[in-house]
């Protein structure tokens, strides 16, 4: 039978008629959802149609696993299927609003379902178990692959549904946002800012011609893949390829190059290339490096702690032997804890306490922060520290925002009170007239970052608009920007964040760094960014010369000129993207820049441009306003 003991707890489930139910989740979070949407099935239900999902769950529980196939699938999911296939992850298709609506309401009852399995005790080996057999039957996934997600997330949800009575509307809420589920719950909350009056508005200017100016180094989402193989498969139909478990290439044009393919992660002899291409080029041009997060490769089913923090050690080890004596200030991404995108507050008590990740980094973050830098990042990920004696860096740890980090589950309400942190932090920088960067990974306004979250972050940033001067992220591995409004006054820009290109060639770019022209070094200097340049090479080239020669970098572009923005002012983003949005020429041009000047991704106007616009995903007024209605996929 497919689950030895699964009649005995069938009995057991059916005395909760009115709790247990049936259905399926997705979110964009990797693998994380693999659990949620393979334990979907495993319950009873109340309704017509999860009555009719029972009856079929039925038939699969009973039911020898090698004869279970796709007709055991309810017609009702028959909607999901062209959408499961790697989460919809790997080759995207758009979802119509009607599978959308099926999607939350079948999130629902699989949270449910899968909270109340742990709650009446079934064995880790059950859920397991169960799990797979649905995974394998959806064909989410291969089955090893399938296997390793299950079994590392399993562990935490046992844990998560342990200490709180957790609902599936919260659950849904949060992983697929949209409205679904109980949104006005999870969102409901706030932030207080200072019981202080806002200094005065002062409108960016330009500094004098010939004032003083510093440059600084933006590195983003390396994703290195210390098992990346010569020969691998490079089209293997996994999350990520060219690893030294996808086996040899059948065919000469799917084999792993010497300097990356553009459907896996980064060799680490590229990314040393990359560093000493930089030091060579730039040399001691910039002043310090920013490190924004995603350290370790997309392989999250193979993963464990140990795993990651090497990946992240040779980051460090990298970076500190390239460049021994320049500041560094590095941020964390979502890949570098484990399970992937999981990150517990330093309240979580035992196995699942965050201080085996954040003490490990600190130590090998040791080089670049001060004492109390590292004390305050060891905690939960986020710090301050002064660069001379105007500046003041914020690492701000976003992946308290992630709506795919399951401990949300726990604590939706500002994670680790970081954003009531943040607000105390910036106050200090006001009252000092220090002026602020924050460096970060997640963009606050992106579909995977709590729409509360962004909403109360972007109200910090209105309200500190006179000290951030500005905001540095990645994680999207696309060339793009955030622009954040006031919300008095919603024509007017307030701040706009940098999301930098990748590093990584995953999926479809070419390798990309950044290097900003900041105002600096003179009285009364703003430290605003007055340029931004970008440097790439074509991996397709470097491949065919071999790896005997160097890749051949260029700058792919410079902000202003290429661009054609009088500067690089937040209202001036706000001028680009309401040109982009009619201009077609000038969005073909942006479009080759997003993708790093390869295939990279093809979106729509709107979807390339909503998140421009975008700094909370419950206010999409500036995408209406300037792009028009969303389209209904």
Known sequence: MLISNCRAWRNTLSQFPSIFSVGDTFTCGKMLLVTLLSLALVASASNPMQAKLRSSLDRVMSTPSHLVNTSFIPEEMELLLPYARHLNLKEPKKMPRKV?????????????????????????????????????LFNIEDHDVCQGAITNYVPQLEYIFSQRR??????????????????????????????????????????????????????????????????????????????????????????????????????????????????????????????????????????????????????????????????????????????CNNYPTSSVGGYDNPAWLYDTLGDYFSNWLTPEALMQFKIDGFYTMDYG???????VNSNMCLNYNFFLFLQWEDPASELSWLVEE???????????????????????????????????????????????????????????????????????????????????????????????GYEGASYRVLESETYIFNLTAANLAGENSQPSW???????????????????????????????????????????????DEGGRYDILCPLLTSSYLDKSKCEEILGPKPDF
């Open 166 to 339: 957790v609902h599936g509307g919260e659950v849904c809420a949060i992983v697929l946002q949209d409205g679904c589920g109980a949104s006005d719950l999870v969102n409901g909350w706030t932030v207080d800012l200072p019981n202080v009056e806002k200094p005065p508005v002062i409108t960016p200017a330009l500094p004098p011609p010939g004032s003083p100016t510093t440059k600084i180094l933006q590195i983003s989402d390396i994703h290195l893949d210390l098992s990346y193989t010569l020969g691998a498969n490079a089209a293997c139909d996994l999350p990520n390829c060219c690893m030294n478990i996808t086996g040899l290439a059948e065919f000469p044009e799917d084999a792993a190059q010497y300097w990356g393919d553009y459907r896996c992660d980064l060799p680490s002899w590229t990314f040393r290339h990359v560093l000493e291409h930089i030091k060579a080029e730039h040399g001691d041009e910039f002043e310090y490096i920013m490190l924004t997060g995603d350290y370790p490769a997309h392989d999250v089913w193979l993963q464990s702690r140990q795993n990651n923090l090497d990946h992240s050690k040779r980051v460090v080890d990298l970076v500190n032997e390239v460049f021994p004596s320049r500041q560094v200030f590095p941020s964390v991404g979502n890949h570098e804890s484990f399970p």
């Open 426 to 520: 910036l106050l200090a920088a006001e009252e000092q007239g220090k002026k602020v960067h924050i460096l970060s990974h997640v963009p606050p306004g992106g579909d995977d970052c709590l729409g509360a979250w962004g909403r109360e972050f972007s109200k910090i940033i209105n309200r500190f608009e006179g000290t951030v001067m500005a905001q540095f992220y990645g994680h999207t591995h696309n060339d793009e920007y955030v622009v954040f409004y006031d919300q008095e006054d919603p024509a007017r820009a307030t701040g706009m964040g940098f999301v930098a290109p990748s590093v990584t060639t995953y999926t479809g770019l070419n390798p990309a760094y950044r290097i900003y022209t900041v105002d600096s």
């Open 389 to 395: 004696e105007n500046l003041r860096i914020i690492g």
């Open 100 to 136: 959308r609506d099926l999607l939350c309401n079948a999130c629902i009852v699989a949270a449910e379902a899968v909270i109340d399995l742990f709650l009446i005790g079934a064995s880790e080996e059950t859920l397991i178990e169960a799990a797979q057999v649905v995974c394998d």
């Open 554 to 600: 260029y700058k792919l572009y410079t902000a202003t000129q290429d661009l054609e923005m009088e500067s690089l002012f937040p209202q001036d983003w706000d001028k680009l993207a309401r040109r982009l949005a009619v201009d077609d020429d000038l969005f073909a041009k942006f479009m080759r820049y997003y993708n790093q000047d390869s295939y990279g």
